[in-house]
């Protein structure tokens, strides 16, 4: 059966360092691969896409990395804030579906 | 307007009650979708309606009765549900777009917190 990892069910750093949150997938191809952001008592929120024929998607302070042969996604967030801190959420999408199933999550904290 | 919203924000009812939850988009959205979300858990597919017709259930029991009457409502209509049915209640709106449905983002609401007691 399908299964998404997010490999830390929680992450402390300190402010200023780049975060690394990872995300496994196996027994499927997607050909996207998206991130949210979670508040608590709140809805996710989009933060970026990447497809599977680019390595590497960037956005301010944000970057992710997408590599189909290990079946992995890495979120980075550099210069992290304690505004940062938050659950991050993958979803690995098969073309043509409207399956959008998430991974299990990862807690940041920035600590100051 | 870029906004989901979802009607009531709370909600406690009682093993025996009927209630429903509601959804609003006005982005221009014909998907939408249901998802129960449980405590420091992942929210979990419950339903997807595509152009106002279900097009994912995920074996969700019938006690969930999902409803899309027009493309820019949906309704979660609850029946006898259980204690461990308590949950925060999310639906979201995406574009459609056939093979790239992948690279359309999901736009979420706030949520519906039920208590089942």
């Known amino acids: 059966s399908q299964k998404i990892e997010q490999n830390s069910e929680a992450l402390n750093i300190q402010e200023g360092k780049t975060a690394t949150l990872t995300c496994n997938y196996t027994?499927?191809?997607?050909?996207?691969l998206q991130w949210y952001r979670q508040d608590p008592g709140r809805g996710p929120v989009f933060l970026l896409l990447?497809?599977?024929?680019?390595k590497e998607k960037r956005k301010e302070r944000l970057k992710v990395t997408f590599d189909t042969t290990l079946k992995q996604s890495l979120f980075h967030i550099t210069a992290s804030q304690p505004a940062d801190s938050a659950t991050y959420l993958c979803?690995?999408?098969?073309?043509?579906?409207?399956?959008?199933?998430f991974g299990t999550g990862t807690r940041l904290k920035v600590l100051a | 307007d870029t906004e989901v919203t979802q009607t009531p924000k709370h909600l406690v009812m009682g093993m025996t009650n009927k209630k429903s939850l509601k959804c609003e988009q006005h982005?221009?959205?014909?998907?939408m979708y249901w998802y129960k979300q449980k405590a420091k858990k992942p929210p979990e597919l419950m339903f997807v309606?595509?152009?106002?017709?279900?097009?994912i259930n995920e074996s969700v029991p019938s006690r969930f009765s999902p409803e899309c009457p027009n493309s820019s409502l949906l309704n979660l209509h609850l029946h006898a549900l259980q204690p461990e049915d308590s949950a925060l209640y999310l639906c979201?709106?995406?574009?459609?777009?056939?093979?790239?449905?992948?690279?359309?983002?999901?736009?979420f609401g706030a949520g519906s917190r039920l208590t089942v007691l």
């Open positions: 979201a709106s995406s574009q459609v777009g056939g093979g790239t449905s992948g690279a359309n983002v999901l736009t």
């Open positions: 027994n499927y191809s997607p050909a996207y």
């Open positions: 990447i497809r599977e024929n680019e």
């Open positions: 979803a690995p999408l098969v073309s043509g579906t409207y399956k959008y199933i």
């Open positions: 982005m221009g959205h014909r998907a």
């Open positions: 309606y595509s152009y106002e017709k279900l097009s």
